[in-house]
């Protein structure tokens, strides 16, 4: 279980700017507006098509969600790719005024729960508020860092997120904790910023850029390395629209093994939980694991 991630300013610097965000869409009321980057980060391409928020979901789809959709900040629609069933539990790194979780909470249905994860106390009492307006009953906001997940191990089905991983000064902490909460066969379907390899560094250096979801970004290159040094297979990175000059929108899927084929180096460290774990596994990190390393039968699943 994870302990409380120490202050840094990057962290602080993006919680002040999403706490104002969030007082700003609570002031407002359920009005479609908003985007994820600050006035120095375009909101539109150059065409005038919105790049961020509300514009890029489907009605059909946020049908219930309105408000929270009104309120949302993302950069694509995790839920539109990430084949959610009846009962599968969703967690939502980064979780804001709660659009995506409360999607993901109607589509996994009664027997099904939806998490919100969000540092920021105003999103949090936000997405609470657009939750009860929604009158939906199996979705819940949790406080706490995603870098330090505090959800029990091999206990979720689906992560998913929407432009938050790259507000992180740690991404590999992150994904490690997105893998460690997967259940074996658990499925990553995000939405972020990928910065194209030949970003500047001046738009690197530029904190605004940053708490708007741009600077902070990975390659596509890199953010396929983390999800691999995570232990997360079957990597695709799909590019859905520019969102600025030197960074695009994605959808980021990966795969948690399933416990049957927890054998590469990776995966022994990811794919279940210690005490599930053969006996093999754990031991120090070779390149080949033995042909019976694995989790036991009656790992959970
Ligand atoms: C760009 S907004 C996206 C919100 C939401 N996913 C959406 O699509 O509208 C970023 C959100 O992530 C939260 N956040 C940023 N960094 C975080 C961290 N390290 N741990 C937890 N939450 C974080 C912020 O508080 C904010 O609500």
Known sequence: MAELTEPDPIREQVREKYAAA?????????????????????????????????????????????????????????????????????????????????????????????????????????ARANAQRADVRNAEFVKGDIENIPLPDATVDVVISN???????????????????????????????????????????????WTGCIAGALTRREFEQALAAAGLVDVEIRETHRVHEQAAAAIIRARKPDAASCCSTHALQACCEPSAKSPCCGEPASTTAPATCGCNSASPT
């Open 163 to 209: 432009c938050v991983i790259n507000l992180s000064g740690d991404k590999a902490k992150v994904l490690a904790e997105a893998a460690r909460v997967l259940k074996p066969g658990g499925r990553f379907a995000v939405s972020d910023v990928i910065a194209d390899p030949a970003m500047d560094d001046a738009t690197r250096a530029d904190m605004a850029q």
């Open 22 to 126: 969030a007082r700003a869409a609570a002031a407002r009321g359920p009005a479609p507006s908003s985007c994820c980057g600050p006035a120095e980060v375009a909101l539109t391409d150059a065409a005038g098509a919105q790049v961020f928020g509300d514009a890029l979901y489907d009605p059909g789809e946020s049908a219930g969600a309105e408000g929270a959709v009104g309120a949302s900040l993302g950069c694509g629609v995790p839920t539109a790719v990430a084949d959610l069933h009846e009962g599968e539990t969703v967690l939502d790194l980064g979780s804001g005024a709660g659009a995506d979780v409360l999607i993901s909470a109607r589509r996994v249905g009664a027997t099904g729960r939806a998490i919100g994860l969000d540092m920021t106390d105003e999103m949090l009492e936000l």
